[in-house]
């Protein structure tokens, strides 16, 4: 990570998870970006606080963030994953040009990952309702993720194992044009992440050789070296209580 300086970026976001924000850090860090992450100041409660508060009504070019992870950057200030990595991106050398066919095809892949490998995995743990503990959902916590390791996980890791081997992913283990794209950090990030929370299902996954290149792409992104110098930093925080938990309960699934 470079030196944040007045033109950084800054990546406004709840400290003790590594959460949504998560995505937005690992662009930065693989673009070699400076910038100011509030999770590690001390006062990242009261500045994600007072982006959400029901008083913000943002500026005149801005509306107020409904919630993080925002970024600032100027005068522009952004939030949801999605539109953040969009806006990141071709900056970061992370996707084709902003307005090309090929950047919404970054995004719809990002997305997918997103949806399946991220969303659906914090339902297996909140069903119910998020305003609800865990504790208070446990049997239809249990329900959720049999149904999601018997047939939405194998979905999706069938899903990418396709495209990165159709002709669109180009040569190398990553998923659009030849080259690594923010695509493929979301990846990475949403299989790790589910590796930390379904162990079973994910070792076996692996071990199957049935979504070998999905694989093959999580092991080349974690080699890159400004990645692999920030994972092994104390900038990467460890998974808790965010999307991502582990529950021995829950951990089904040595066979998909």
């Not at 522009?76 to 990141?88: D, E, F, G, S, V």
């Not at 899903?159 to 030849?178: I, M, N, T």
């Not at 990475?188 to 299902?201: I, N, S, V």
Request: with cysteine; aromatic share 10%; glycine share 10%.
């Amino acid at each position: 990570m470079a030196t944040a300086t007045a033109d950084a970026y800054e990546l406004i976001y709840w400290p003790g998870i590594p959460g949504r924000g998560e995505h937005v850090r690992l662009a930065l860090e693989e673009g070699g970006a400076a910038y100011r992450d509030t999770a590690r100041t001390g006062t990242g409660m009261r500045e994600v606080g007072a982006q959400i508060a029901d008083d913000n009504l943002g500026d005149d070019a801005n509306a107020p963030p409904f919630a993080p992870p925002v970024l600032r950057h100027g005068d522009a200030l952004l939030w949801q994953t999605p539109a953040i990595l969009a806006y990141l991106g071709p900056r970061l050398g992370l996707a084709p040009e902003a307005a090309s066919a090929g950047a919404a095809r970054v995004a719809a892949l990002a997305m997918t990952a997103l949806d399946g490998l991220s969303d659906e995995v914090h339902d297996c743990h909140h069903p119910i309702a998020t305003g609800l503990y865990y504790e208070d959902q446990k049997e239809e916590s249990l329900r959720k993720s049999k149904d999601f390791v018997a047939n939405r996980l194998p979905k999706f890791l069938g899903y990418f194992e396709r495209v990165l081997q159709g002709k669109a992913s180009g040569d190398g283990p990553w998923l659009y044009g030849g080259r690594l794209t923010y695509a493929d950090l979301v990846l990475f990030q949403c299989l790790d992440g589910t590796k930390f929370m379904f162990r079973k299902a994910m070792q076996w996954a692996e071990k199957s050789g049935k979504y070998a290149h999905v694989f093959e792409l999580y092991d080349a992104v974690k080699a890159r070296p400004r990645i692999k110098e920030y994972l092994a930093s104390d900038r990467r925080q460890g998974y808790s209580m965010g999307i991502y938990r582990y529950y021995p309960e829950l951990d089904v699934g040595e066979e998909m």
